[in-house]
């Protein structure tokens, strides 16, 4: 069992940067490749970035590509979502997820999953 705990979220501008934080308890952390998700009111949870087990491989979706970083710090069990240049159409609940896989992009391939946090992107 994975506890995941997503920190971070809140209101920011059009434009403003903001970095989650997901910290996890349970089984090593280091066995799993970790994922952002976000879902949107009325809209299905959608992949955001995806980082492997040793953070040698990185994935983005493209609408985020360019702008949003994912780090992990396996000392700290923690994973990190560096949000740059937010849009509107950002606003999302954020979720970090650990999968049983070096890396993966599909929601099915997670295993635990965090209880999100709030972002709002304001225009």
């Known amino acids: 069992q994975v506890l995941l705990v997503e920190s971070g979220g809140g209101l920011v501008q059009a434009g403003g940067s903001q970095r989650l934080s997901c910290a996890a308890s349970g089984q090593t952390f280091s066995n799993y490749g970790m994922g952002w998700f976000r879902q949107a009111p009325g809209k299905e949870r959608e992949f955001v970035a995806a980082?492997?087990?040793?953070?040698?491989?990185?994935r983005y979706a493209d609408s985020v590509k360019g702008r949003f970083t994912i780090s992990r710090d396996n000392a700290k069990n923690t994973v990190y979502l560096q949000m740059n240049s937010l849009k509107p159409e950002d606003t999302a609940f954020y979720y970090c997820?650990?999968?049983?896989?070096?890396?993966?992009?599909?929601?099915?391939?997670?295993?635990?999953w965090g209880q999100g946090t709030q972002v709002t992107v304001s225009s």
């Open positions: 980082i492997s087990r040793s953070g040698s491989r990185i």
């Open positions: 997820a650990a999968a049983n896989a070096p890396i993966a992009t599909m929601a099915h391939e997670y295993v635990y």
